[in-house]
Protein backbone atom coordinates (compact mmCIF):
# COMPACT_ATOMS: atom_id res chain seq x y z
CA UNK A 1 0.00 0.00 0.00
CA UNK A 2 3.27 2.15 0.92
CA UNK A 3 3.81 1.86 -2.98
CA UNK A 4 0.31 3.06 -4.14
CA UNK A 5 0.37 6.16 -1.30
CA UNK A 6 3.85 7.38 -2.99
CA UNK A 7 2.56 7.10 -7.26
CA UNK A 8 -0.57 8.86 -5.58
CA UNK A 9 1.37 11.36 -4.10
CA UNK A 10 3.71 11.90 -7.52
CA UNK A 11 0.46 12.39 -9.52
CA UNK A 12 -0.98 15.31 -7.21
CA UNK A 13 1.85 16.89 -7.48
CA UNK A 14 2.13 16.70 -11.17
CA UNK A 15 -1.28 17.82 -11.06
CA UNK A 16 -0.42 20.86 -9.04
CA UNK A 17 2.62 21.59 -11.87
CA UNK A 18 -0.26 22.01 -14.49
CA UNK A 19 -2.23 24.59 -12.38
CA UNK A 20 0.80 26.35 -11.63
CA UNK A 21 1.70 26.51 -15.18
CA UNK A 22 -1.94 27.78 -16.35
CA UNK A 23 -1.98 29.98 -13.47
CA UNK A 24 1.37 31.32 -14.01
CA UNK A 25 -0.37 33.11 -17.17
CA UNK A 26 -1.82 35.92 -14.61
CA UNK A 27 0.35 35.43 -11.42
CA UNK A 28 4.24 35.66 -10.63
CA UNK A 29 5.59 33.24 -8.27
CA UNK A 30 5.56 35.03 -5.74
CA UNK A 31 1.74 35.26 -5.68
CA UNK A 32 1.47 31.55 -6.00
CA UNK A 33 4.05 30.33 -3.14
CA UNK A 34 1.81 33.03 -0.71
CA UNK A 35 -1.60 31.60 -2.03
CA UNK A 36 -0.37 27.86 -1.51
CA UNK A 37 0.97 28.64 1.50
CA UNK A 38 -2.30 30.49 3.05
CA UNK A 39 -4.34 27.35 1.40
CA UNK A 40 -1.96 25.05 2.71
CA UNK A 41 -2.20 26.85 6.70
CA UNK A 42 -5.51 26.21 6.82
CA UNK A 43 -5.58 22.43 6.10
CA UNK A 44 -3.08 21.52 8.10
CA UNK A 45 -3.84 23.62 10.49
CA UNK A 46 -7.46 21.77 10.69
CA UNK A 47 -5.36 18.55 9.95
CA UNK A 48 -3.39 19.02 12.97
CA UNK A 49 -6.44 19.84 15.56
CA UNK A 50 -8.11 16.82 14.09
CA UNK A 51 -4.89 14.32 14.99
CA UNK A 52 -4.09 16.53 18.14
CA UNK A 53 -0.84 17.29 17.08
CA UNK A 54 0.31 20.75 18.53
CA UNK A 55 1.64 23.59 16.12
CA UNK A 56 4.07 24.85 19.50
CA UNK A 57 7.83 23.80 18.91
CA UNK A 58 10.73 23.68 20.63
CA UNK A 59 13.37 23.73 17.59
CA UNK A 60 11.93 27.34 15.94
CA UNK A 61 15.56 27.91 14.44
CA UNK A 62 15.28 24.17 12.53
CA UNK A 63 12.00 24.88 11.31
CA UNK A 64 12.82 28.13 10.61
CA UNK A 65 15.77 27.04 8.40
CA UNK A 66 13.59 24.24 6.83
CA UNK A 67 11.13 26.32 5.48
CA UNK A 68 13.64 29.55 4.30
CA UNK A 69 15.55 26.75 1.77
CA UNK A 70 11.96 24.84 1.33
CA UNK A 71 10.49 28.01 0.16
CA UNK A 72 13.46 29.31 -2.01
CA UNK A 73 13.09 25.65 -3.46
CA UNK A 74 9.19 25.96 -4.37
CA UNK A 75 9.46 29.61 -5.50
CA UNK A 76 12.30 28.81 -7.73
CA UNK A 77 10.52 25.40 -9.17
CA UNK A 78 7.45 27.62 -9.72
CA UNK A 79 9.01 30.08 -11.78
CA UNK A 80 10.76 27.68 -14.14
CA UNK A 81 7.17 25.79 -14.38
CA UNK A 82 5.62 28.93 -15.75
CA UNK A 83 8.94 29.42 -18.38
CA UNK A 84 9.81 25.74 -19.38
CA UNK A 85 8.03 22.67 -20.36
CA UNK A 86 6.57 20.99 -17.58
CA UNK A 87 8.44 18.05 -18.00
CA UNK A 88 11.71 19.90 -18.02
CA UNK A 89 11.10 21.89 -14.90
CA UNK A 90 9.44 18.73 -12.76
CA UNK A 91 12.61 16.96 -14.04
CA UNK A 92 15.50 19.58 -12.71
CA UNK A 93 13.17 19.63 -9.77
CA UNK A 94 13.32 15.81 -9.14
CA UNK A 95 17.42 15.98 -9.02
CA UNK A 96 17.22 16.39 -5.33
CA UNK A 97 18.22 12.79 -5.39
CA UNK A 98 21.37 13.55 -7.19
CA UNK A 99 21.73 16.61 -5.61
CA UNK A 100 21.96 14.74 -1.90
CA UNK A 101 24.06 12.79 -3.38
CA UNK A 102 26.84 15.26 -4.03
CA UNK A 103 26.63 16.77 -0.89
CA UNK A 104 27.03 13.21 1.00
CA UNK A 105 30.17 13.24 -1.04
CA UNK A 106 31.59 16.38 -0.47
CA UNK A 107 31.13 16.53 3.19
CA UNK A 108 32.68 12.80 3.41
CA UNK A 109 35.59 14.75 1.81
CA UNK A 110 35.80 17.53 3.67
CA UNK A 111 35.61 16.27 7.23
CA UNK A 112 37.54 12.85 6.59
CA UNK A 113 40.93 12.69 8.54
CA UNK A 114 43.36 10.09 7.78
CA UNK A 115 43.68 7.69 10.51
CA UNK A 116 46.95 6.44 9.05
CA UNK A 117 50.01 6.91 6.48
CA UNK A 118 48.49 4.62 3.48
CA UNK A 119 44.79 5.79 4.94
CA UNK A 120 42.48 6.73 1.40
CA UNK A 121 40.07 9.26 1.47
CA UNK A 122 36.29 7.82 0.40
CA UNK A 123 35.67 8.51 -3.08
CA UNK A 124 32.12 6.61 -3.33
CA UNK A 125 32.65 5.89 -6.57
CA UNK A 126 29.42 4.11 -7.51
CA UNK A 127 27.82 7.48 -6.00
CA UNK A 128 30.17 10.21 -7.81
CA UNK A 129 29.12 8.17 -11.14
CA UNK A 130 25.51 7.93 -10.74
CA UNK A 131 25.87 12.26 -9.85
CA UNK A 132 27.95 12.48 -13.11
CA UNK A 133 25.21 10.28 -15.11
CA UNK A 134 22.59 12.74 -13.48
CA UNK A 135 24.24 16.18 -14.75
CA UNK A 136 24.92 14.67 -18.34
CA UNK A 137 21.21 13.70 -18.46
CA UNK A 138 20.40 17.49 -17.35
CA UNK A 139 22.90 18.65 -20.34
CA UNK A 140 20.65 15.87 -23.07
CA UNK A 141 17.58 17.60 -21.68
CA UNK A 142 18.71 21.02 -22.40
CA UNK A 143 21.05 22.02 -24.69
CA UNK A 144 19.99 20.55 -27.70
CA UNK A 145 16.61 22.62 -28.26
CA UNK A 146 18.32 25.35 -25.62
CA UNK A 147 16.97 28.71 -26.09
CA UNK A 148 18.42 32.21 -24.97
CA UNK A 149 15.36 33.13 -23.25
CA UNK A 150 15.29 29.52 -21.48
CA UNK A 151 19.06 29.96 -19.88
CA UNK A 152 17.96 31.43 -16.77
CA UNK A 153 14.52 29.24 -16.10
CA UNK A 154 16.82 26.09 -16.84
CA UNK A 155 19.57 27.46 -13.78
CA UNK A 156 16.69 28.75 -11.51
CA UNK A 157 14.81 25.10 -12.31
CA UNK A 158 18.00 23.26 -11.50
CA UNK A 159 18.72 25.22 -7.90
CA UNK A 160 15.31 24.50 -7.12
CA UNK A 161 16.24 21.23 -7.20
CA UNK A 162 19.40 21.70 -5.06
CA UNK A 163 16.89 23.71 -2.55
CA UNK A 164 14.58 20.89 -2.29
CA UNK A 165 17.85 18.70 -1.37
CA UNK A 166 18.78 20.83 1.53
CA UNK A 167 15.23 20.85 2.46
CA UNK A 168 14.83 16.96 2.50
CA UNK A 169 17.86 16.53 4.68
CA UNK A 170 16.40 18.98 6.94
CA UNK A 171 13.12 17.17 7.11
CA UNK A 172 14.97 14.20 8.07
CA UNK A 173 17.04 15.75 10.92
CA UNK A 174 13.64 17.31 12.27
CA UNK A 175 12.06 13.63 11.65
CA UNK A 176 15.01 12.40 14.02
CA UNK A 177 14.37 14.76 16.82
CA UNK A 178 10.86 13.94 16.97
CA UNK A 179 8.97 16.95 15.09
CA UNK A 180 5.40 15.45 13.92
CA UNK A 181 5.20 16.04 10.04
CA UNK A 182 2.47 17.95 10.07
CA UNK A 183 3.77 20.86 12.22
CA UNK A 184 6.71 20.38 10.13
CA UNK A 185 4.79 21.10 6.48
CA UNK A 186 2.62 23.58 8.66
CA UNK A 187 5.33 25.90 9.03
CA UNK A 188 6.77 24.92 5.63
CA UNK A 189 3.12 26.79 4.24
CA UNK A 190 3.43 29.62 6.84
CA UNK A 191 7.04 30.68 5.80
CA UNK A 192 5.75 30.64 2.30
CA UNK A 193 2.62 32.43 3.07
CA UNK A 194 5.07 35.06 4.89
CA UNK A 195 7.71 35.32 2.21
CA UNK A 196 5.26 35.40 -0.80
CA UNK A 197 3.71 37.80 1.14
CA UNK A 198 6.95 40.23 1.66
CA UNK A 199 7.97 39.64 -1.91
CA UNK A 200 4.33 40.94 -3.28
CA UNK A 201 4.91 44.19 -1.66
CA UNK A 202 7.73 45.33 -3.84
CA UNK A 203 6.21 43.14 -7.29
CA UNK A 204 3.12 43.54 -9.31
CA UNK A 205 0.05 42.02 -7.15
CA UNK A 206 -2.48 40.93 -9.70
CA UNK A 207 -5.67 41.05 -9.54
CA UNK A 208 -7.65 38.00 -8.36
CA UNK A 209 -10.86 39.01 -10.78
CA UNK A 210 -9.37 36.46 -13.43
CA UNK A 211 -9.93 33.09 -14.85
CA UNK A 212 -6.65 32.13 -14.21
CA UNK A 213 -7.50 32.79 -10.71
CA UNK A 214 -9.48 29.66 -10.02
CA UNK A 215 -6.36 27.75 -10.26
CA UNK A 216 -4.94 29.01 -7.26
CA UNK A 217 -7.35 27.12 -5.11
CA UNK A 218 -6.78 23.82 -6.53
CA UNK A 219 -2.93 24.67 -6.24
CA UNK A 220 -3.09 24.56 -2.16
CA UNK A 221 -5.21 21.57 -2.03
CA UNK A 222 -3.42 18.92 -4.49
CA UNK A 223 0.00 20.22 -3.07
CA UNK A 224 -1.50 19.70 0.82
CA UNK A 225 -2.61 16.32 -0.36
CA UNK A 226 0.15 15.54 -2.19
CA UNK A 227 2.32 16.13 0.76
CA UNK A 228 0.31 13.99 2.98
CA UNK A 229 0.22 11.09 0.67
CA UNK A 230 4.07 11.22 0.27
CA UNK A 231 4.16 11.38 4.22
CA UNK A 232 1.58 8.74 4.22
CA UNK A 233 3.72 6.20 2.14
CA UNK A 234 7.37 6.87 4.19
CA UNK A 235 5.71 5.94 7.47
CA UNK A 236 3.87 2.53 6.29
CA UNK A 237 6.78 1.39 4.41
CA UNK A 238 8.42 -0.38 7.08
CA UNK A 239 11.98 -1.93 6.64
CA UNK A 240 14.65 -0.12 4.55
CA UNK A 241 13.64 -2.06 1.40
CA UNK A 242 10.27 -0.62 1.30
CA UNK A 243 11.12 2.40 2.50
CA UNK A 244 13.85 2.25 -1.00
CA UNK A 245 10.89 1.37 -3.08
CA UNK A 246 9.36 4.76 -2.16
CA UNK A 247 12.10 6.63 -2.49
CA UNK A 248 12.52 5.49 -5.97
CA UNK A 249 8.34 5.80 -6.93
CA UNK A 250 9.02 9.12 -6.22
CA UNK A 251 10.04 9.82 -9.37
CA UNK A 252 6.88 8.49 -11.47
CA UNK A 253 6.37 12.14 -11.05
CA UNK A 254 8.45 13.06 -14.20
CA UNK A 255 6.66 10.32 -16.45
CA UNK A 256 2.92 12.24 -14.90
CA UNK A 257 4.48 15.36 -15.77
CA UNK A 258 5.90 14.58 -18.94
CA UNK A 259 2.57 13.02 -20.39
CA UNK A 260 0.79 16.24 -19.42
CA UNK A 261 3.60 18.18 -21.12
CA UNK A 262 2.56 16.12 -23.94
CA UNK A 263 -0.92 15.73 -24.34
CA UNK A 264 -2.43 18.92 -22.46
CA UNK A 265 0.09 21.63 -23.58
CA UNK A 266 1.13 20.00 -27.17
CA UNK A 267 4.83 20.85 -26.06
CA UNK A 268 7.61 19.24 -28.12
CA UNK A 269 10.32 16.98 -26.44
CA UNK A 270 12.73 15.83 -28.71
CA UNK A 271 14.55 12.18 -28.42
CA UNK A 272 17.73 14.33 -26.48
CA UNK A 273 14.89 15.32 -24.07
CA UNK A 274 13.62 11.95 -23.43
CA UNK A 275 16.94 10.16 -23.21
CA UNK A 276 18.01 13.39 -20.83
CA UNK A 277 14.97 12.23 -18.62
CA UNK A 278 15.80 8.64 -18.32
CA UNK A 279 19.13 8.86 -17.82
CA UNK A 280 18.47 11.49 -14.89
CA UNK A 281 15.70 8.94 -13.72
CA UNK A 282 18.03 5.97 -13.95
CA UNK A 283 21.00 8.48 -12.40
CA UNK A 284 18.83 9.34 -9.04
CA UNK A 285 17.61 5.86 -8.63
CA UNK A 286 21.33 4.37 -8.12
CA UNK A 287 22.09 7.62 -6.06
CA UNK A 288 19.03 6.36 -4.08
CA UNK A 289 20.28 3.06 -3.51
CA UNK A 290 23.44 3.75 -3.08
CA UNK A 291 22.31 6.37 -0.14
CA UNK A 292 20.49 3.95 1.51
CA UNK A 293 23.56 0.62 1.43
CA UNK A 294 25.78 3.19 2.10
CA UNK A 295 23.95 3.97 5.43
CA UNK A 296 23.37 0.72 6.41
CA UNK A 297 25.85 -0.49 9.86
CA UNK A 298 29.03 -2.35 8.79
Known amino acids: MHALWMV ?68 AWFYAI ?61 QP ?14 LSGMFAALAFMQVVVLARIGEPETR ?4 FATAGTIAGGIVMCFTDVHSLNT ?24 STAAGPRNTLVVASLQYSGIVFGAIYSVLLFAEDLSIWSWMGMALIIFSGLAATFLRARSSKPA
Open 8 to 75: LGAFLFASMGVCVKLASESFNAAELVFYRGIIGMVMLAALARYQGVGLATKHPGMHAWRSFIGVLSLG
Open 82 to 142: GKLPLATAMTLNYMSSVWIGLFMVTSALLYWRPKGKDDKPPLHGGLLLAILLGFVGVIMML
Open 145 to 158: SFQADQSVPAVVGL
Open 184 to 187: VVFY
Open 211 to 234: AQAWWLLPIGVLAALGQLCMTKAY
